[in-house]
């Protein structure tokens, strides 16, 4: 494993996958102005992302398992949304899957770059951490944080 800042994996993120930059830019958590996402009141997916990356650097600055991780988690949004019109909402069924097939394909690309070193272990826990963070909201009451 290696030490790199999150704002290193950030400017490596912009510059080597930009076409996720723009499309997580465009991905809305709204239906509309008129009918904003509760939960997501940043707007945009990669609004949020950067949000969850800021907290992931608060807690560990160098820590890659949790700054690939939060900077990856929701990159499925970009293929998943979908409208609900009867509700005026938006869902985004399955992204967290899409978002762990995704994020195989970068953190290889990431890993070639140079930039750092990751075994087996380490995308293990990047991968796990993605594909299984909506399931914390099945198993755990958050209604009190």
């Not at 939960?39 to 949790?66: F, P």
């Not at 988690?73 to 995704?102: C, M, P, W």
């Not at 994020?103 to 140079?114: F, P, R, T």
Request: proline share 2%; aromatic share 10%; hydrophobic share 35%.
């Amino acid at each position: 494993m290696s030490d790199i800042s999150a704002s290193e994996l950030l400017a490596w993120f912009q510059s080597e996958c930009g076409s996720y930059w723009t499309q997580m830019r465009n991905c809305l958590h709204y239906y509309s102005p008129n009918h904003p996402n509760p939960y997501h009141l940043e707007n945009d997916c990669l609004s949020h992302t950067l949000m969850v990356l800021k907290n992931a650097e608060n807690w560990n600055n160098q820590d890659i398992i949790g700054n690939c991780a939060a900077l990856f988690h929701d990159l499925g949004k970009i293929y998943t949304r979908e409208e609900r019109h009867e509700t005026n909402r938006v869902a985004f069924i399955n992204h967290e899957q899409l978002s762990y097939f995704h994020s195989i394909a970068i953190l290889n690309k990431l890993e070639k770059s140079g930039l750092v070193q990751l075994n087996n272990f380490d995308k293990q826990d990047i991968l796990s951490v993605i594909s299984l963070h909506g399931t914390m909201y099945d198993v755990v009451d958050v209604t009190g944080i």
